[in-house]
Every structure is written in C-alpha cells, then in structure tokens.
Nanobody
Framework: QVQLVESGGGLVRAGGSLRLSCAAS????????IGWFRQAPGKQREMVAS???????TYADSVKGRFTISRDNAKNTVVLQMNTLKPEDTAVYYC????????????????WGQGTQVTVSS
C-alpha cells in the first residue's frame, strides 16, 4: 500500500523559511521521481519541484533560487526547503510519486499525500 505523508507546514512571515518533508512507504523509493505540488484557493494544482531517482531536479520558475528539493534514499524521504517565502507561496503543499524515474517531463501518478498547509503572512 502506497503512502505519502507530508509534514512541516505552518504559518510564517514573508521572508521566512519552512522545511517540508514527505515520507514514502509501500514503494521502491529509489526507482521513482518524487514531486512537490501546491494548490492555492481557487487555483489549479501546480508543480513546485521534482527530484529524480538519481537526484536530478526541476523547479517552477516562481520558486527557483528560493526552494531546494532533496532526497534521502536511506530514509525514504524527500525534503522541500523553502526560503525567502512570499505571501503568494501560501497554499496546501502535496507530494506525489512520479510515474517514472526522472524529474524532467515529470508525470504525476495517482498517489498523493494528504497535504500540508503553508501560510505566509505579509
């Protein structure tokens, strides 16, 4: 049974930092790309960052230079470090198991975590 569990969300002021974690189980972790997505109220879900099985990364233009995605294959965990947060980063953040191994041309699977709320105040 595939499980993805996010943690680390919260309320932070603009310019602050948060660290999100995604713990995966029930998958061959080293064989899959993992992605972080977010969905703000009234908006479509969008990809924020993804990391391939060998560590290659892809970022949305809106977060480049501010967010860093990394993975720890020994712990089956993917971390999204978010710095210099802006009010427009406010959203529910989800992790997803990719259909393939690469972060490029990332294709999301149907496996999602429950989401974690990130709120950035101005």
């Amino acid at each position: 049974q595939v499980q993805l569990v996010e943690s680390g969300g919260g309320l932070v002021r603009a310019g602050g930092s948060l660290r999100l974690s995604c713990a995966a189980s029930g998958i061959t972790f080293t064989s899959n790309a993992i992605g972080w997505f977010r969905q703000a109220p009234g908006k479509q879900r969008e990809m924020v960052a993804s990391i391939g099985s060998t560590g290659g990364t892809t970022y949305a233009d809106s977060v480049k230079g501010r967010f860093t995605i990394s993975r720890d294959n020994a712990k089956n965990t993917v971390v999204l470090q978010m710095n210099t947060l802006k009010p427009e980063d406010t959203a529910v953040y989800y992790c997803n198991k990719g259909r393939g191994r690469t972060s490029y041309s990332y294709i999301p699977s149907d496996y999602w975590g429950q989401g974690t709320q990130v709120t950035v105040s101005s």
